[in-house]
């Protein structure tokens, strides 16, 4: 095993991971900086991100504004301290991203187009037609490649933080195309992996997205905040999953049932379908069970319906949205209504930091989907999130880049035990496991079934319970899991048990957390509990590991002007 | 852990042209490019004879028009045609001009600089048949 | 249940560890209308052959990830539905233009060595502080870089490239594409400098027109289109600079 070495370690080349990167590079060119993704950068989630980027742009807008849109959002739970200083540095982001050279849409007079989108009382999403987060990854990963000082391991696997006492010292990680298994050393890590919609059935996020950093670091010692809110999109195609864009509904689009009826008159009157998105999924599942929804292969679906919008707004607004459902479900949105359904779309919740990124650990940091900052609390508006990601990732690139220049080099010592630990556990204990018999399509299958069924838009005690009860099933059912190729050559069979492994740890601290959380919040919403419980649940939850099993635990929520109150649309 | 991996490398066949209409077409233009530099040799074979004095010309125009010779130049004829015909398309698609801020649509550009070659080209022959 | 209709798959494999030279290996699998081949190649791996090595990501076609040869096509494997395939087998093979690290693995460094050669980033000859805003761009002048930035890497396009297939060196139609790009990019002062890089050896002189990876590319960025402009403007950036310069 050879010992590869840095002063900053991120994990994941996508939107935050990318920005972090190179805010740390620009702050000190003397840093030596790695980033280690488990598939090239530009193939990273973000890409598919569609709608835009939601900053405070023109003069009809204020922080003030953004910062309650935002904290209305998320039923309260967001930390106002947080909100505030996300809605100041946005449109600085957006900024420079346009000088790196993002192709955002703009009007007549050459400014940047805003347009408007769920749950923001202005058109404040900037955006670069419907395809935002991949125009965004891509100009971050192709400005990424000037610096001198920036490694990149294209396809390198991570399997666990090498923690000792209270400080982090690297990573473990297998370098896929090869199957070599080592450490990479660094003085600070930045997680920056991304969300874990693969936990569920049904899901807009790309198969990459396991929860891996989440899982990493809960194991690491550090909590997982809030990780019951888990944003439902209400948009997706039937099947595949496949988003279509929040600004098809900002553009002017509508939502019908199968009567023709644009039934969010029922839900939301003043908002329609700019409504936020926990309000309209379930409204959409409402439509289901009073049986008002259209029936289709894949089950229960609603109409979107541009076909108002006109051929010429959808080009040059929405290409992508026509381009997908064309391909994937041979329906042109010009002259067609198009079939969706709520899909898993994103983790509020992820590994607790604060307003500085930073985590409980020291020399660790995580940012982007991965982590919870605690700007989207219960529910996150949409267009935050690419934001999120910019600002954020700044941050973190700056203050890992001041503690690089503080903190010790990793210890060699401590290093060699973790990885002799690691690499016993991982090919020893599951490449080379002969005896195993589950398979982990099967084990996966049902954990994701499970999720879906159980831990969905509408919850409930005897569900919560049912699905605790079965993940203890997989955990167990993973002991045995059989990896069938016994290569070390880019095997995915040995990387897909990993990331099993993860998703069972990130499927268990959401039952946990939505079990305990006895109210009614954001995405969160319990059948046996349907009113909001501020005195007792205006908090976050944390989960912690701790001998194989969880804890549960409670940090206030930080509140600067806006005292909560109901959240009426 | 960079350890190098035994990975695999195509060798390309010699026939790879064959499979695609495209290819093959790209082979051919290639090939027709050859065919106008022969028709570029002749004409400077044709100026240097006619600096050698007449009888040096109607010698080298006595090969040209023998039936193999009149054949020769209908082949090669047909490639230079087609070589054309592949220039204009390709120079429609890089530079299309525009009207009104809008470009004009290819097949209306090729058909255009066929047209103004056609033209070009009668004059060219009306030039020298009345000269001749 | 009535017996489900199934497709023949067969699979062009290389595993370095086992075997020389590549083999071919086949699978049945259940046929449905709305199936595309990395579903199918995803039903192998989950229930037929946990070995079968591919790379995938997005299944939307928008990641690049799950380009390969489909019945002898470059394709991206999420985009192509089975039902386009006409007989009962379809054939799935790695990129030939790369070298094979397992089964439709392939080795794409080679492309990330070309994007970082061309630099893909914005170069100015002065920079604006942030405070003072945006560069304005006006929609016609964003409309020049709108095709060519849609590029995904999808290295589909240098699969349909012989002349890359000849020299591994040839910068291809995607870097290209990107470069010229970042040419007519209003906020970029680099023209000079990324004319420079392209016209020199291994750049656009070595296209020669076969417009094949135009055809594959599933994002109709046009690389090949882009190519012959480039070569448009490096001749007469370099007629520019034989010219006496004016005083």
């Known amino acids: 095993m050879e010992n590869l070495s840095h002063d900053i370690i991120i994990i994941g080349g996508g939107g935050a991971g990318l920005r972090a990167a190179i805010a740390a590079a620009e702050q000190d060119s003397t840093l030596d900086i790695a980033v280690v993704s488990k598939v090239y950068p530009m193939r990273s989630h973000t890409v598919s991100a569609e709608g835009g980027t939601g900053a405070v742009m023109r003069d009809y807008d204020n922080f003030d504004l953004h910062s309650f849109d935002t904290i209305k959002g998320s039923d309260y739970l967001a930390d106002q301290d947080v909100v505030e200083y996300f809605v100041k540095e946005a449109p600085k982001e957006v900024i420079q991203m346009e000088h790196w050279g993002c192709p955002w849409s703009r009007d007549e007079d050459g400014h940047l187009s805003v347009r408007a989108f769920g749950g923001m009382s202005v058109k404040r999403t900037v955006y670069a037609a419907d395809k935002t987060g991949f125009f965004m990854l891509h100009t971050l990963y192709q400005n990424s490649l000037k610096y001198d000082n920036l490694t990149f391991y294209d396809e390198w696997f991570a399997t666990s933080l090498i923690v000792d006492g209270n400080r982090t010292h690297g990573i473990t990680a297998i370098n896929i195309k090869n199957g070599s298994f080592g450490a990479l050393h660094s003085r600070v890590v930045i997680i920056a992996t991304g969300g874990a919609g693969q936990v569920y059935q049904f899901t807009t996020n790309a198969q990459i997205k396991t929860g891996d950093g989440m899982a990493m670091a809960l194991r690491g010692g550090v909590a997982l905040k809030d990780m019951e809110f888990v944003q439902f999109h209400p948009t997706a195609l039937p099947g595949t999953g496949i988003l279509m864009t929040e600004a098809s509904r900002g553009e002017g689009g509508y939502l019908v049932n199968k009567d023709g009826e644009r039934f969010l008159k029922r839900y939301l009157p003043e908002k329609m379908e700019l409504g936020p998105r926990d309000i309209l999924s379930r409204a959409i599942m409402t439509e289901f069970r009073e049986g008002r929804g259209l029936e289709g292969k894949y089950g229960n679906y609603v109409h979107l319906d541009l076909r108002h919008l006109g051929k010429e707004t959808i080009d040059t607004k929405l290409p992508f949205v026509r381009e997908l459902a064309k391909e994937y479900v041979g329906i042109d949105p010009v002259y067609e209504p198009i079939p969706v359904r709520p899909a898993v779309h994103y983790m509020m919740g992820g590994v607790n930091t604060d307003i500085n990124t930073q985590t409980s650990l020291e020399g660790l940091y995580a940012v982007g989907e991965v982590a919870c900052v605690s700007l989207n609390g219960a529910n996150r508006l949409g267009s935050n999130s690419l934001s999120e990601c910019l600002v954020f990732g700044a941050v973190a690139g700056r203050e890992a880049a001041k503690k690089a220049k503080k903190l010790a080099k990793p210890s060699t010592e401590v290093v060699a035990k973790s990885v002799a630990r690691e690499e016993k556990r991982v090919y020893d204990g599951i490449l080379k496991n002969e005896t195993g018999n589950e398979s982990i399509a099967d084990i996966r299958n049902d954990l994701r079934r499970t999720m879906e069924e159980n831990v969905g838009i509408f919850r409930e005690e005897k569900k919560l319970k049912t699905a605790a009860d079965e993940v203890k099933q997989f955990r167990k059912r993973w002991g045995n899991v059989r990896v069938e190729d016994k290569n070390s050559v880019f095997n995915t069979n040995l990387t897909a048990a990993l990331e099993l492994d993860f998703l069972i740890d990130i499927a268990n601290s959401v039952v946990r957390s939505a079990l305990k959380r006895t109210e009614s919040r954001g995405s969160h919403y319990r059948n046996d509990y349907p009113k909001r419980d501020d005195t007792n649940f205006l908090k976050h939850s944390l989960v912690f590991y701790e001998k194989d099993k969880l804890r549960v635990d409670y940090l206030p929520v930080t509140i600067t002007k806006w005292q909560p109150a109901e959240r009426v649309y | ?132 | 249940m009535a017996s489900q209709k199934t497709i023949k798959i067969r699979v062009k494999r290389y595993i370095p560890e086992k075997a020389e030279e590549p083999f071919y290996s086949e699978y049945d699998v259940p046929y449905s209308e709305d199936m595309v081949v990395l579903d199918a190649l995803n039903y192998i791996k989950d229930n037929l052959d946990g070995s079968l090595s591919f790379r995938w990501s997005c299944r939307m076609g928008v990641c690049g990830s799950c380009s390969a040869n489909v019945d002898g096509k470059p394709k991206l494997t999420c985009s192509s539905f089975l039902k386009e395939s006409k007989g009962d087998s379809i054939l799935v093979e790695p990129l030939s233009h790369f070298r094979t690290i397992k089964d439709l693995v392939v080795e794409i460094d080679v492309f990330v060595k070309k994007l970082k050669s061309i630099k893909p980033w914005i170069i100015r000859n002065e920079e604006k502080p942030i405070a003072d805003g945006e560069y304005l761009q006006t929609p016609e002048q964003r409309d020049l870089i709108k095709q060519t930035s849609m590029c995904i890497n999808c290295m589909l396009c240098y699969e349909a490239c012989p002349v890359f297939d000849m020299d591994n060196d040839f910068i291809g139609p995607a870097a290209a594409a990107i470069s010229y790009r970042s040419v007519m990019d209003s906020r970029d002062d680099g023209a000079k400098e990324r004319l420079d890089i392209l016209t020199s050896k291994h750049g656009v002189w070595d296209c020669t027109y076969i417009g094949e990876c135009s055809v594959v590319c599933p994002k109709a960025v046009d690389p090949a289109l882009a190519i012959q402009k480039l070569k448009a403007m490096g001749g007469i950036s370099i007629i520019k600079s034989l010219l006496p310069k004016k005083k």
């Open chain 2, 1 to 132: 852990m960079d350890k190098e991996v035994r990975s695999y490398e195509y060798k390309p066949s010699k026939t790879w042209w064959l499979g695609n209409r495209r290819y093959a077409l790209y082979m051919v233009r290639e090939l027709s490019g050859f065919a106008v530099a022969v028709y570029g040799f002749i004409f400077l074979a044709q100026l240097f004879t006619l600096s050698q004095g007449p009888l040096a010309y109607d010698a080298l125009l006595g090969v040209l028009l023998s039936p193999a010779g009149i054949l020769l130049s209908t082949i090669l004829l047909v490639f230079a045609i087609f070589h054309s015909l592949t220039w204009f398309d390709l120079t429609a698609k890089v530079q299309p001009p525009s009207m009104k801020g809008k470009p004009v649509p290819r097949k209306i550009v090729v058909t255009g600089t066929i047209i103004i070659w056609l033209f070009i080209s009668y004059f060219v022959a009306v030039f020298i048949f009345r000269v001749g």
